[in-house]
C-alpha cells in the first residue's frame, strides 16, 4: 500500500492531498486567515454564564463568542484559573507545576454560575472552529500535542491509546512514560508511540514541556483575549498526525515549506528523510498526481462507484443523507442478495472515504441496498467499520435497522470541505444555469465504454459535442489511443455540432443507439 502526501503551495493558502494507492482520500486547507484552529489557546474573557445552557460565553477575539460547556471545564478548573490569575500578574514565575499547590476539583455535575464568573480571565483551547453562524467552541481542560504524547497540565492521569492493544507494550508504554513525567502534568500516550524507546518519547515531552514554558510567559504581559500558543503549522501538524512506516512519498511544490517539512521529518523519522521531495515542473503539482480530475468527480452530488454503481449526498441543516444506488450495472451474480451485498460492500468502501474527503461530521444516515440475510448485513457492518478504522475523527457506527439504514456520528471539528463542481453551461440560454464539471462526463463515457466492452459489441461508435470530441481524440496519447491498448478495441468517434456540451450517445455496427 502506497500513502503518498501531495502539498500545494500558493500565495493564501496551502492545499494538502492525502492519496493512498494513488486515489485521494482527504483533502485538507491551511488558509492564512484562520486564526481559530482546533488546538490553539487562548487567554480569553468570560462575556456571561447562562444558567439556562449550564455554558458561558467567552471573548477569544472572534465576532462571535466561543461556547463553554461546563463538561468541557475540565476538573481541574479551580487551579487553572488560580494559575492564570498568578502568572498573569506576575505573581508567579515558576511554570513547572511541581511546587503548585492544586485546588479542590469541581462538582462533576455542578452548575456554571458556581464555577464561573463574568469577566474572569481563563486559558482556553479551540475544539471546534468557528462553523457557519457559530463562534468556536472551546474547552479549559488544555492539552498540547506532540508526535508520540500528548501533554495534560494540571493532571496525573498517564492514559495509551486504545488502539495499542497489546497489554504487554501497553504497560510497558505507561511504565516509561511515567518515570519521565514531571509532578502536575498528565500524559496520553499516541498510537504511534508503539515500540518506541525512552529516548524519542522524552526528547519529545520536553518539547512540549518547552511549548507549555513559551507560552506562560506570554502571559504576564498578554492582551486579554489574545492567542498565546498556536498550533504548529498544517503540515507539520498533519505529519504529526498521520506519518508513519507506510508513506512512500511526500511532493512538495514550494522551496521554503520543502526545507521546513524535510526538517521535520528528519527530527521524527531520519530514515524516511529521502522520501521527501522537492516538485519544480512547471504543470501544476495537482494535475500531475491526478488530483484536480479526482477534486471534480468527487465532491459532487452525485458520486460514481465500480460497476455502475454510485452515492447521492445530500445534506440538511440536521443531517447528511447518503443513497446507494446499484445503476444500470450487469448483473452477474447468482440472485439478487448477492448483488446487493456487492454493491453495498463497494458503497462502504467509497461512503467511508468520502467522509473523510470531505470532513462530514454530526449525524449521517446511510440508506443501503435491503439485504434480507441477517449474515450479509453484519459481514457490511464489519466491513464498514474496517474501513473506517484509519479515519482519526471519533465516530460511532450503529448495526443496520430493519429497514437497512446504517446510522453513523463522527465528531466534526472544522466547517466541511465543499467544493464547487458544477460549471457554467455553454448551451445555456439563460446566465446562471449550471452542469457538471466536463471532466467527470470523461469519467461517465469510460464507465459506459466499460460496460458495453463486456457486452462484447463488435464495433462502437461514439457522438458527442466536438469540444469534448477533441479532447478524445487529440494529444499523445489521446483518451482513444489508450482505450485501444486497455480494450484492444478501436472506438470511432464522431462529432456532432447538434449536441449540448455535455451530450453523448453510443451506436453499434448497424448504427442503432445502444440505450
Known sequence: MDKELIIRSSSDNVDFALLKDGKLIELQKDEDSNDFAVGDVFIAKIRKAVPGLNAAFVNVGYEKDAFLHYHDLGPKLPSLLKFTKRVSTGKLKDFSLKNFPFEKDIDKDGKITDALKSNQSLLVQIVKEPIS????????????????????????????????????????????????TPQGFGVIVRTVAQGKKVAELDKDLQNLLSRWTAMCKKLHRAHHPSKVLGEMNKASSILRDIFNDSFTGITVDDEELYYQIKDYVQEIAPQKESIVKLYQSKNPIFEKFGIERQIKTSFGKTVSMAKGAYLVIEHTEALHVIDVNSGNRSNKANNQEDTALEVNLIAATEMARQLRLRDMGGIIVVDFIDLTSAENRQKLFNHLRDEMKDDRAKHKILPPSKFGLIQITRQRTRPEMNI??????????????????????????????????????????????????????????????????????????????????LEYHFFDKDGNQIK
Open 420 to 501: 464547487k463542481t458544477r460549471e457554467e453551461n455553454p448551451d445555456a440560454i439563460i446566465n446562471g444555469a449550471e452542469v457538471e464539471a466536463p471532466i467527470g462526463l470523461i469519467q461517465k463515457i469510460n464507465q459506459d465504454l466499460e460496460r458495453l466492452i463486456k457486452k462484447d459489441y463488435k464495433k462502437l461508435t461514439l457522438n458527442t459535442h466536438p469540444f469534448i470530441a477533441a479532447f478524445l481524440t487529440k494529444g499523445v496519447p489521446s483518451i482513444r489511443s489508450k482505450w485501444l491498448l486497455e480494450h484492444k478495441k478501436w472506438v470511432k468517434i464522431l462529432p456532432r455540432d447538434a449536441y449540448t456540451y
Open 133 to 180: 453562524t457559530k463562534g468556536p467552541r472551546i474547552s479549559s481542560e488544555l492539552s498540547i500535542a506532540g508526535r508520540y504524547i500528548v501533554l495534560v497540565p494540571f493532571s496525573s492521569r498517564i492514559s495509551i491509546s486504545q488502539k495499542i492493544e497489546d497489554r504487554e507494550e501497553k504497560d510497558r508504554l505507561k511504565r516509561l512514560v511515567k518515570s519521565i
